[in-house]
């Protein structure tokens, strides 16, 4: 396995390797749904074909510089998974090699942006298509393997790749929890051990949601109400940032909920923000 940190250095290095390419985008801290995600890459890429691993924990879509600051570094335990988990290449730059310092081109993306993360995080989606694109850019990958954990991200990197007509097939990836159900989240190490005792209820809210759903409510409030009240039935401060119901494609609100649809929520314990997601059928 190849560590390269320099830009520069990335295009010759690829050469060695036959198709396909297949690009793993993470922040690093990596945990068993990054691994998930190095499988499913490796699996595409077979023996021949090169899995590349980015580790960079991207300044511009951050918009709490806490969160920023805060954001688990693990380096050198990150690398020793990627050796054992077949990555051909990491790629981990430092913020300097990356964005030049009068930079001032980005990608906008205007409208699946706007609700949940979006909502409360401006700037934050630019800031995830403009790495993503330099990403694609500079490894030239023919297929990027993203989480559903991060729905609305997934959603929007496709409609960057239609709408910039960028040639990278995109894949997503099932949400991987622990075994309580939890979503596995680089930010789970941050919170309190009650706090992660806790944190289940996120899933068994949107559980609720779905179980209701499935026996045939299709109302939104009724179904966002289910969701709230399991959340809000928590002891350790958990705080609803967002709690939406969405239609799955153009992530606009939809009520009743008879089409394909997905509840998605994010919460804070303390600065902790975890989010996760549902999808429900029509
Ligand atoms: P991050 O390092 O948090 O930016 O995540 C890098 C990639 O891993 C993104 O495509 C995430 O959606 C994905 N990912 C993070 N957590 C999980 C998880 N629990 N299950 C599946 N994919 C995940």
């Known amino acids: 396995m190849k560590i390269i940190t320099q830009p520069a250095d990335l295009p010759g290095f690829l ?4 198709a396909p390419r297949i690009l793993v985008p993470t922040m690093g ?13 490796r699996q595409l890429a077979g023996d021949s074909g090169c899995v590349i691993l980015t580790l960079f924990v991207n300044p511009t879509q951050f918009d709490r510089p806490e969160d920023l600051k805060r954001y688990p570094r693990t380096l050198e335990n990150d690398i020793h998974l990627c050796e054992s988990h077949g990555v051909d290449v990491v790629f981990a730059p430092e913020p300097g090699s990356m964005y030049q310092p009068d930079h001032s081109v980005s990608v906008v993306e205007s409208a699946l942006s706007h609700p949940l993360c979006g909502a409360t995080r401006p700037g934050h989606f630019d800031g995830v298509c403009t790495i993503v694109l330099k990403l694609f850019n500079l490894t030239q990958p ?11 991200q997934l959603a929007v990197i496709r409609r960057m790749t239609r709408d910039l007509n960028v040639p990278v097939h995109i894949e997503g990836v099932e949400t991987i929890r622990e075994p309580n159900g939890l979503a596995m989240s680089s930010r789970n190490t941050r919170l309190t051990p009650k706090q992660h005792a806790d944190a289940p209820r996120i899933r068994r809210a949107l559980l609720a949601a779905h179980s209701a ?3 045939g409510e299709t109302s ?8 709230r009240q399991e959340i809000m039935a928590t002891r350790e401060g958990a705080e609803i940032d967002y ?3 969405l239609d799955a494609d153009s992530l606009q609100a ?8 997905i509840i998605a929520t994010a919460v804070f314990y303390d600065t902790v923000r975890l989010i996760d997601n549902m999808e ?3």
């Open 29 to 41: 801290a990596l945990h068993e749904g990054h691994l998930t995600l190095v499988r499913h890459a």
């Open 142 to 152: 023919d297929t990027a393997v993203f989480g559903k954990k991060d729905y609305q």
């Open 220 to 227: 939104a409030q009724t179904l966002l109400e289910i969701a």
């Open 213 to 215: 759903h499935e026996n």
């Open 243 to 245: 709690l939406e119901l």
């Open 280 to 282: 429900l059928t029509g």
């Open 254 to 261: 939809i009520d009743p909920v008879t089409a394909p649809a």
């Open 15 to 18: 050469k060695n390797f036959s």
